[in-house]
C-alpha cells in the first residue's frame, strides 16, 4: 500500500491512463458544450429569449464540426464516454426531480396505453417494413429499435434473434441520424398542432428514442414537459424486457425463418435458448433513476440539494449531446439504404400518429 501511493506522488506530471485516454475527446464536448451555452446567452442578451436551447445547440454545433472533420482515433474514447456515461449519469441524478405525485398524475390509463402504443407500433413498423422488402431480421431490429428506444433495443433484439453484424449497422446507422433529426424537429408541432404542455411531453416520450434525447426535445416546453416527457419514456424503456422475452420464446421459429440458420444449428433442431443479460433488460441508470425518484417521493433528499442536482443533470446533458453531435455522420443515411431509411420514416409517423389517438383517447389536458 505504502509503494503504491508514493509510486503515484513521485510521478508528477504523470497523467493517468484512463484520463489521458478520453482527456481530448471530453475536453472537445466541453468546448462545444462550452460554445452552445455562450449562443444561449447571447441569444437572450439580444432577443430577451433564447429561440433555440443549449441542448440543441449542442446537437448543432457537434454535428457542424463532425460534418466538417472527422476525429481521430485518439478523440473517440472521450467523445463516447461522454455520450453515454455521462449522459447515463445525468438521467440517474434527473430521477431527483420526479416526485410520487407526478407519477400519480400520469394515471393508470396512461401507463397502460404506453403498453399498448409499444406493441402496436412493433406490430405496423414490422409490417412496413416486410412490405418494403426488408428482410425478416431486418424488419425486427427497425421495429424494436423505433417502437422503443433506438440502438439500445436494436443490440439488445440482434442476438436474440440472430441477426448479423450488417443488418445492426443498417439500422443503427440511420436511427442515429433521425434520433437527432427528431429532437429538432419535434418542438415545432407545439405550435402546429396546438399541443399542451402535458401532451407535447407524452407525445416526445413515446417518440423519442433515448431517454437524454427526451429531455433535449422537451427543455423548450419547460420543466413539466420534461418530468412528464421522461417517465413516460422510462416506462416505455422497461418495455423491453418483455419484448426481448417474447422474441426469445419466438427464437426458435425466427432464426428457422430468416436468411440462415443459427450457427451449428441443423434442420430441425431446437436452438439453444439465448440468455437475456439483465442489463439489456433494465439498464443500470433506469433503475438509478427510480431509486433517487423514490427517495424523492419518501422526502429523502433534502431540498436544498434539488436545484444543484438539476444544473448538474442539465450540464451533462448538454456535453452528451455534443457527443450526440460529434457521433453523427450524415453520409451514413446514405449508406444504410433507401429501404431502411424508408421504413425507419414511416415507421416513426405510424408511432407518432398512435401516440397522438393516445392522448385524445386518454382525454390529456
Known amino acids: 500500500m505504502t509503494l503504491q501511493i508514493h509510486d503515484q506522488t513521485s510521478s508528477t506530471g504523470r497523467i493517468p491512463g484512463s484520463l489521458k485516454r478520453l482527456g481530448p475527446g471530453l475536453l472537445l464536448c466541453l468546448a462545444v458544450s462550452g460554445a452552445a451555452l455562450a449562443v444561449e446567452h447571447l441569444e437572450t442578451a439580444f432577443f430577451q429569449r433564447a429561440w433555440l436551447?443549449?441542448?440543441?445547440?449542442?446537437?448543432?454545433?457537434?454535428?457542424?464540426?463532425?460534418?466538417?472533420?472527422?476525429?481521430?482515433?485518439?478523440?473517440?474514447?472521450?467523445?463516447?464516454?461522454?455520450?453515454?456515461?455521462?449522459?447515463?449519469?445525468?438521467?440517474?441524478?434527473?430521477?431527483?426531480?420526479?416526485?410520487?405525485?407526478?407519477?400519480?398524475t400520469a394515471g393508470a390509463p396512461l401507463l397502460l396505453g404506453i403498453a399498448a402504443v409499444v406493441f402496436v407500433a412493433i406490430g405496423l413498423s414490422y409490417g412496413i417494413g416486410r412490405l418494403l422488402g426488408l428482410p425478416q431480421r431486418m424488419a425486427i431490429l427497425v421495429a424494436c429499435g423505433n417502437s422503443i428506444c433506438g440502438n439500445s433495443a436494436i443490440a439488445a433484439t440482434a442476438p436474440v434473434i440472430g441477426a448479423d453484424g450488417e443488418d445492426v449497422a443498417a439500422s443503427i446507422a440511420f436511427t442515429a441520424v433521425l434520433g437527432v433529426a427528431v429532437v429538432l424537429c419535434l418542438p415545432l408541432l407545439i405550435p402546429a398542432l396546438g399541443l399542451?404542455?402535458?401532451?407535447?411531453?407524452?407525445?416526445?416520450?413515446?417518440?423519442?428514442?433515448?431517454?437524454?434525447?427526451?429531455?433535449?426535445?422537451?427543455?423548450?416546453?419547460?420543466?413539466?414537459?420534461?418530468?412528464?416527457?421522461?417517465?413516460?419514456?422510462?416506462?416505455?424503456?422497461?418495455?423491453?424486457?418483455?419484448?426481448?422475452?417474447?422474441?426469445?420464446?419466438?427464437?426458435?421459429?425466427?432464426?428457422?425463418?430468416?436468411?440462415?440458420?443459427?450457427?451449428?444449428?441443423?434442420?430441425g433442431d431446437r436452438p439453444a435458448p439465448h440468455r437475456i443479460a439483465p442489463h439489456h433488460i433494465v439498464p443500470w441508470f433506469i433503475l438509478g433513476f427510480l431509486v433517487l425518484a423514490a427517495l424523492r417521493s419518501a422526502g429523502l433528499i433534502p431540498a436544498v440539494l434539488l436545484a444543484p442536482l438539476a444544473t448538474i443533470a442539465n450540464l451533462l446533458t448538454i456535453v452528451s449531446m455534443a457527443a450526440l453531435g460529434l457521433g453523427v455522420d450524415i453520409r451514413s443515411v446514405a449508406r444504410a439504404g433507401p429501404r431502411v431509411a424508408a421504413a425507419v420514416i414511416l415507421s416513426l409517423l405510424a408511432l407518432a400518429a398512435i401516440s397522438l389517438g393516445l392522448i385524445h383517447l386518454i382525454g390529456v389536458p
Open 53 to 104: 436551447e443549449a441542448l440543441v445547440l449542442a446537437i448543432l454545433l457537434g454535428t457542424l464540426v463532425r460534418s466538417l472533420w472527422s476525429p481521430a482515433r485518439s478523440w473517440r474514447a472521450g467523445i463516447s464516454f461522454s455520450a453515454k456515461t455521462l449522459l447515463e449519469v445525468a438521467v440517474v441524478l434527473l430521477g431527483a426531480s420526479l416526485s410520487a405525485a407526478t407519477i400519480a
Open 196 to 267: 399542451s404542455v402535458h401532451q407535447f411531453g407524452i407525445l416526445s416520450g413515446l417518440t423519442v428514442y433515448a431517454v437524454p434525447q427526451v429531455i433535449a426535445a422537451t427543455a423548450p416546453a419547460g420543466q413539466a414537459a420534461i418530468q412528464i416527457g421522461t417517465l413516460v419514456k422510462l416506462v416505455r424503456v422497461l418495455m423491453l424486457g418483455p419484448v426481448i422475452l417474447v422474441l426469445s420464446l419466438l427464437s426458435g421459429r425466427l432464426r428457422a425463418e430468416t436468411d440462415a440458420p443459427a450457427p451449428h444449428v441443423t434442420a
